[in-house]
């Protein structure tokens, strides 16, 4: 297939891809560097990895073979809950890049909430990282409405994205608003709802309609949204190269609003009790 490369989405002043390849839960290192070096191959510019997820240095191994230029690509990782202490936050960011094998990443992100460590000395530690030219952009993830307030209140530097999951089938229209409200992107994390939007009858009638697949309708359905990202995971080729072929359509107002109505399914796929915060509804 020819390359297909994503539109961007900006924020102060910075172009992220609106489709990134997710890499949490991803395969046997054999098959993982092949599958980052497709992503990339199929045009996708934007890889999210993690250092919860285990896949740096796969994302590292597949961009050095992929040949293309360091500026072309946007790289997001994260620093986990366990390393919310300053001190520990940036050894973190530091592991991080070793094990990319990169001098900096696009995008830094605090994965998760920490209630026992005060938010500023992680938000300290984050901004300290931008200041330093670790990350070129910063931000949070699995931020309540509540916790980004304090958030864009306490941190020394601007913030780029919230990533949160969101989904045809959960609806996020109060958290969404804050963050634009603030002047954050939305990222999406689980896009499809582990495969659940997929299987719906509204959308597998829509996607008949384009001769599209469920799964590009769900996720045109988000990128066809103002200011909103998605990273979905894909463990084959063919799911790679489904993913991102998402701009050669568009969705009718009445197709998007049909699409809409199911977030009443108020289904959340990714809620681990060990470190969910109290999580906002509608």
């Not at 989405?9 to 070096?37: C, D, K, N």
């Not at 390393?83 to 936050?89: L, Y």
């Not at 109060?174 to 963050?179: K, M, P, S």
């Not at 799911?239 to 701009?247: A, D, G, H, R, T």
């Amino acid at each position: 297939m020819s390359p297909v490369i994503a539109p961007t989405i900006s924020a102060h002043g910075a172009a992220m891809p609106a489709v990134g390849y997710g890499t949490m839960l991803f395969p046997e290192p054999e098959r993982a560097v092949g599958l980052v070096q497709h992503a990339l191959a199929c045009g996708y510019r934007h890889i999210d990895t993690a250092r919860k997820y285990g896949s740096e240095q796969w994302v590292g191994e597949g961009i050095r073979a992929s040949g293309l230029p360091r500026t072309d690509l946007w790289v997001t990782t994260k620093v986990t809950e366990e390393n919310a202490k300053a001190d520990d936050f940036a050894r973190s960011v530091e592991t991080s890049l070793e094990t990319l094998g990169l001098d900096y990443v696009d995008l830094l992100l605090i994965h998760w909430p920490q209630p026992r460590v005060p938010l500023e000395e992680t938000l300290g530690a984050l901004a300290r990282a931008k200041r330093d030219g670790l990350a070129r952009n910063i931000g949070v993830s699995n931020f309540t409405i509540a916790l980004l307030d304090e958030a864009v209140a306490k941190c020394p530097e601007p913030l780029f994205t919230n990533q949160i999951e969101y989904h045809a089938y959960l609806r996020q229209d109060r958290l969404i608003a804050a963050c634009r409200k603030h002047g954050l992107l939305v990222t999406c994390y689980a896009p499809l709802a582990r495969t659940a939007v997929m299987k719906d009858p509204v959308v597998k009638a829509i996607a008949a309609a384009h001769s599209k697949t469920p799964a590009q309708i769900a996720l045109r359905w988000l990128v066809q949204q103002p200011d909103v990202g998605i990273v979905p995971r894909a463990l084959e080729f063919a799911e790679i190269e489904e993913n991102i072929e998402l701009f050669d359509f568009v969705l009718t107002t009445q197709e998007m609003d049909a699409i809409g109505a199911l977030r009443d399914n108020n289904l959340r796929v990714v809620s681990p009790e060990v470190r969910r915060p109290d999580w906002d509804e509608g």
